[in-house]
């Protein structure tokens, strides 16, 4: 059974960090690009981050570049997102996501074929 678990989120001052985690188990993921999404309230999730299974190359949405880094732990099967400079607009529930598709190379194309429960972020003015 596959299982996405996020931990790290909280409540956080504006210009504060966060680094979050998810830990991915149930199938191999190192071969699989991962990503993290974010949904805030009465809004779509979007993507936020995705890393790719090769080589850890990353993309980011234009709104969190320079102020966020993915990366991911294969040997832990552990992906994370270290957030700085963070801003009330960024206060959201945030989901880790796995592709399902092995060795697939469009990692900014991520599709969220499986995901976690979320971490709340909520940062205050």
């Known amino acids: 059974q596959v299982q996405l678990v996020e931990s790290g989120g909280g409540l956080v001052q504006a210009g504060g960090s966060l680094r979050l985690s998810c830990a991915a188990s149930?199938?191999?993921?190192?071969?699989?690009?991962m990503g993290w999404f974010r949904q805030a309230s009465g809004k779509e999730r979007e993507l936020v981050a995705a890393?790719?299974?090769?080589?850890?190359?990353?993309y980011y949405a234009d709104s969190v570049k320079g102020r966020c880094t993915i990366s991911r732990d294969n040997t832990k099967n552990t992906v994370y997102l270290q957030m700085n400079s963070l801003k009330p607009a960024n206060t959201a529930v945030y989901y880790c996501?796995?592709?399902?598709?092995?060795?697939?190379?469009?990692?900014?194309?991520?599709?969220?074929?499986?995901w976690g429960q979320g971490t709340q972020v909520t940062v205050s003015s």
């Open positions: 890393i790719a299974w090769s080589d850890s190359s990353a």
């Open positions: 996501a796995a592709d399902s598709r092995p060795y697939y190379r469009d990692y900014t194309q991520i599709r969220q074929d499986y």
């Open positions: 149930g199938r191999t993921f190192s071969n699989k690009n």
